[in-house]
């Protein structure tokens, strides 16, 4: 289902809470949402009032995928950036790796499953700021 971006700050600094599998529904919801915005490619389910630790994201072949519980284990290539963010006026200076390793879980099904991943580039600094968000940091 499609939803309404939130943009109190008092949800999306909220540390948001561990994604467990049957939190299914908000990785639909993320989905639908993102793919309804025009040129979004990232979003955490705090963004859409859901203070889970979980967010999706499109790849380079515009696929949607949902990390649960996603966390930055390892960087490399530190760079400072300017950086948009959906539920936030102004864009924020931030710290981002141009490789990170993350941990997350993925839903197979209907359980999760512990991952681990590299992401580059662009991919990589959507996951660093789904992150964030999880963290309930405003980005
Ligand atoms: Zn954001």
């Not at 963004?47 to 966390?71: F, K, S, W």
């Not at 839903?107 to 999760?112: F, I, N, P």
Request: with cysteine; charged share 30%.
């Amino acid at each position: 289902m499609i939803k309404e971006l939130v943009k109190d700050e008092a949800v999306l600094s909220k540390k948001c809470t561990r994604a467990t599998a049957e939190d299914e529904k908000i990785a639909r919801d993320l989905i639908d949402t993102m793919k309804s915005i025009e040129d979004c490619a990232c979003l955490a389910a705090n963004q859409i009032g859901e203070t889970v630790a979980m967010g999706a994201y499109l790849d380079d072949n515009e696929d949607a995928h949902v990390l649960y519980n996603p966390r930055i284990m390892m960087g490399l290539g530190a760079q400072k950036l300017t950086e948009g963010c959906l539920t936030r006026e102004e864009p924020s200076k931030v710290t981002r790796y141009a490789k990170v390793k993350v941990s997350f879980d993925e839903l197979v099904d209907g359980e999760l499953k512990p991952r681990k991943r590299d992401f580059m580039g662009w991919t990589g600094q959507m996951i660093q700021h789904i992150c964030d968000h999880c963290q309930g940091k405003l980005v």
